[in-house]
């Protein structure tokens, strides 16, 4: 099972796939769409719209884990990364691939078994996860990982592979 997870936001959108057999995950390729502060909201949609598709059609996820918008603090930041989140979602809807929602406490939750873990727990757990030693470098693609991640330990995801 191919698995997209997203980090959604306006200047940058984590993104990665995880190949899943239902015990062993792989990250097959994780990246970012990443647009500038100087363009319109409408193009920088536009271009986050354009990348999904191309994300899409290229490696052809089976499901999407993505962030749940539940609480921020700034209201001037939660609505270009609520409408950069709509674009993604009318996107993942286009292209029928279920779509999966986790808040950030959920995800800390099921990796660390802790709600209100920080950042470097996460990652660890990211690490331990994909036998791996180095994580990409943004913030945002790590934690489209950890959301993926969420996915293979869910309920659903488990359906799939029981026997």
């Given amino acids: 099972m191919k698995i997209l997870g997203i980090d959604p ?4 959108v984590g993104y990665c796939i995880l190949d899943f057999d239902g015990k062993n995950i792989k990250l097959e390729h ?8 100087e363009a319109k909201e409408s193009a920088r949609l536009l271009e986050i719209y354009n ?3 191309s994300i899409l059609e290229k490696y052809k996820p089976d499901v999407c884990a993505i962030e749940k918008l539940f609480f921020f603090r700034n209201y001037t930041t939660v609505m270009p ?3 950069a989140r709509g674009v993604i979602l009318l996107t993942l809807e286009q292209a029928k691939v279920p779509v999966y929602e986790y808040t950030p406490i ?3 939750q099921i990796l660390t078994g802790y709600g209100r873990a920080d950042k470097k727990e996460v990652e660890r757990m990211v690490k331990i996860t994909l036998g791996v030693e180095e994580l990409p ?6 934690d489209s990982i950890a959301i993926a991640i969420s996915y293979t330990r869910s ?9």
Avoid at 30 to 37: D, H
Avoid at 137 to 142: A, E, P, Q, S
Avoid at 155 to 163: F, H, V
Wanted: hydrophobic share 35%; net charge neutral; glycine share 8%.
């Fill in 155 to 163: 309920q659903g995801a488990m359906l799939k592979y029981k026997e």
């Fill in 137 to 142: 470098k943004l913030d945002d693609t790590v």
């Fill in 51 to 53: 990348d999904m598709t």
């Fill in 9 to 12: 936001g306006m200047a940058i």
């Fill in 81 to 83: 990364v609520a409408h």
């Fill in 106 to 108: 959920e995800i800390k």
């Fill in 30 to 37: 994780s990246g970012s769409i990443q647009t500038p502060k």
